[in-house]
């Protein structure tokens, strides 16, 4: 067990802003980052995949995580994403970190080569035996080689290092056989959801907090909810998990992530610039169809103005997609004698 705090509350994945000819955009991503720190976030999330930390060199990533590290200032702790393509340079990045007073860092299971769990066992095994920083477990079964359980609490029981796992599946049953394995064993591990369709759901299994990219764009949303949840006022807690539904499902699905958040977040007054991935005609017209769409979201929510065109009237949102989601954790639950 370290004597750091635990990881807990919305660390948020931020948007790396660009300037014209695509490099880091330090002065913008410095207000950025008061801008979220102003706005309630627990902490930040740079270089993860919000962030597109592929699209950046191995220096890049470095120097946004000084860039952040400089601004916050200590005001809210980094958990920092540190993945790198072998061991030995995520180790160099962690050590880098360490000496910048990050928190911790986020680490991805390795990608490209799909590996067995011994093989993701051995990775992260070396990692967090050789580094000076609390390690995070990053879940992405999508794009990486998945975490399982057994790993989980192997590594959670032999490394002290690693200190919580960032997973962002979404799968609650399997969200909630990590707690139910882990805890017992570990009562400092702490787990974080990275998939904001589920944040609510995800706070009322046991989870510390999570790592959303819509707390990039309405911090003040995912802030609040988190609150409310925590609270106990769930019915309030609910219907603005909804809103948020909306939103997420309108920046993550309607274009290639993460172009949906960066026109959102410009809709809110932070100059991101354009992507570094190239984007064809088609692909543009989309976007700006999006950011109407965006701007009457956000207009609905007091953040912006209606687009010039107005907004649609009614709520397409499904009602019942989120009760569904809190029927089955509360079923589950009392399947398992962990509620009445």
């Not at 477990?137 to 790993?151: E, G, K």
């Not at 490394?159 to 599946?169: L, N, P, T």
Request: aromatic letters at 8%; glycine letters at 8%; hydrophobic letters at 40%.
């Amino acid at each position: 067990m370290t004597n750091q705090p635990p990881l807990q509350g919305i660390f948020t994945p931020n948007v790396v802003p660009l300037d014209h000819n695509l490099e880091i955009n330090e002065a913008e991503t410095r207000r950025y980052v008061d801008w979220l720190i102003e706005r309630g976030v627990h902490g930040l999330y740079p270089n993860g995949s919000t962030g597109e930390f592929t699209r950046f060199t191995a220096e890049e990533r470095r120097r946004i995580i000084e860039i952040i590290a400089d601004q916050t200032a200590g005001r809210v702790p980094i958990l920092a994403g540190a993945a790198e393509a072998n061991t030995r340079e995520t180790i160099s990045a962690c050590e880098h970190y360490y000496d910048l007073g990050v928190r911790a860092v986020a680490i991805v299971s390795p990608f490209y080569y799909k590996l067995s769990p011994e093989g993701v066992y051995a990775f992260f095994k070396e990692i967090a035996d050789n580094s000076p920083i609390d390690v995070t477990l990053y879940n992405i079964p999508m794009f990486a080689s998945p975490i399982d359980v057994p790993t989980v609490i192997r590594l959670a029981e032999e490394c002290e290092r690693v200190v919580a796992i960032k997973d962002s599946s979404g799968d609650l049953p399997h969200m909630m056989r990590m707690i139910a394995t882990v805890r017992p064993v570990r009562p400092d591990f702490c787990f974080l959801t990275g998939w904001d369709a589920a944040l609510m759901p995800m706070l009322l299994i046991g989870c510390d907090g999570g790592t959303n990219a819509t707390s990039g764009v309405v911090p003040e949303i995912t802030r609040k909810l988190y609150d409310l949840t925590l609270g106990g006022k769930i019915d309030e807690a609910r219907e603005l998990q909804y809103r948020l539904l909306k939103l997420f499902d309108a920046m993550i699905f309607s274009s290639e992530f993460p172009e949906g958040f960066r026109s959102a977040l410009r809709l809110r007054g932070i100059d991101t610039g354009k992507g570094r991935q190239p984007q064809a005609p088609t692909q543009q017209l989309a976007l700006d169809q999006l950011s109407n769409e965006l701007q009457c979201l956000l207009a609905a929510e007091g953040f912006t103005d209606q687009p010039v065109s107005g907004c649609p009237v009614g709520d397409s949102v499904d009602p019942q997609q989120v009760a569904r989601i809190v029927q089955s954790v509360v079923g589950e639950l009392r399947k398992r004698g962990l509620t009445d």
